[in-house]
Structures are given as structure tokens and as C-alpha cells.
């Protein structure tokens, strides 16, 4: 029986092959995230208009575009969504999100732009030091900010 599948398998080439994969395989969509931190050490927080209310607070975020590279989201992210450049860094985390969802993760810099929030969007954007962050601000992202909390 394997050798007939993989016969067939060798017969089809690549498009049918590819299709049948595609068909056969989970999609992914993929949040990017950018911990935007100043020369000072301060993190960049937006409120975001499209949250819930009591997790509102968070990390510039958004969807990567189909073939984007992850570091590229980040950069088009802050811009769109508070007109600052950066540059990013390494990658904080890469794990398995909310049903088919990829959660990508970058430290970066802020190196330049005007403060420049979208409405749509954003409500409001603050610098904020890591001892001083605000309520309302996504777990997941406060790890990201902080590092992991070890078990006690």
C-alpha cells in the first residue's frame, strides 16, 4: 500500500501536489508584535480602539501580509499605526496562538518618525518604564515586556 501511494504521490508534480497539501493542512495566520522600547528603556504602549475594554492596552500588533517577512510587519505595524520608525531587534517568542493563529514577536528601537496616531486604531499612546505599567494591559504582552514569571 506505501509504495503505491508513493507512487502516485511521485506522479502527480508539483501544483497538484502542492494543492493537495494546501487542502490537507492547517492555515495560519500570523500576529506580529514589536516590544518598541526608547533609548531611555521606556516600552511603547497603544490602547487600542478595537480591544476590549479591560485589556485594552498593548504592544504595537498586527497581521502580517501574505510573504512579509515577520521584522517587516513590525516596521509597516508601528508606522501605520503611530507614524514612529524602528528597527528591529531579535525575536522574543514564536509559539502557537488562538486556534490557527502564529504568534511572532520582536524587541526593536524606536529610531525616528512623529507621533502620529491612527484613529481607527489607536486611542492613545504612552512611553512607560516597566515599573510603571498601566492596567488594562494584555497578559501576554506584560511577559513579553517583563520576561516570564518564574513559579513560585
Known amino acids: ?23 490537507a493542512n492547517a492555515k495560519f495566520m500570523v500576529g506580529v508584535t514589536g516590544v518598541v522600547r526608547d533609548e531611555d528603556g ?27 517577512e515577520f521584522t517587516r510587519t513590525v516596521v509597516r ?10 528597527r528591529c531587534g531579535p525575536l522574543v517568542r514564536l509559539r502557537s ?3 490557527l493563529r502564529l504568534e511572532v514577536a520582536y524587541e526593536a528601537v524606536c529610531v525616528g518618525g512623529t507621533l502620529r496616531l491612527d484613529p481607527m486604531e489607536i486611542l492613545e499612546a504612552r512611553w512607560c518604564t516597566p515599573d ?3 492596567a488594562g494591559l494584555q497578559p501576554s504582552h506584560r511577559e513579553l515586556i517583563l520576561g516570564p514569571v518564574s513559579p513560585a
Open 132 to 134: 510603571a505599567l498601566p
Open 42 to 68: 521606556r516600552v511603547l504602549l497603544l490602547r487600542h480602539r478595537l480591544w476590549p475594554e479591560d485589556r485594552c492596552w498593548g504592544l504595537p500588533t498586527g497581521f502580517a501580509l501574505k510573504g512579509e
Open 1 to 23: 500500500m506505501r509504495q503505491l501511494v508513493a507512487r502516485t504521490w511521485r506522479a502527480l508534480h508539483g501544483p497538484l501536489q502542492w494543492r493537495l497539501l494546501w487542502v
Open 77 to 86: 505595524e508601528v508606522r501605520e499605526e503611530t507614524g514612529l520608525d524602528v
Open 97 to 99: 496562538g488562538y486556534r
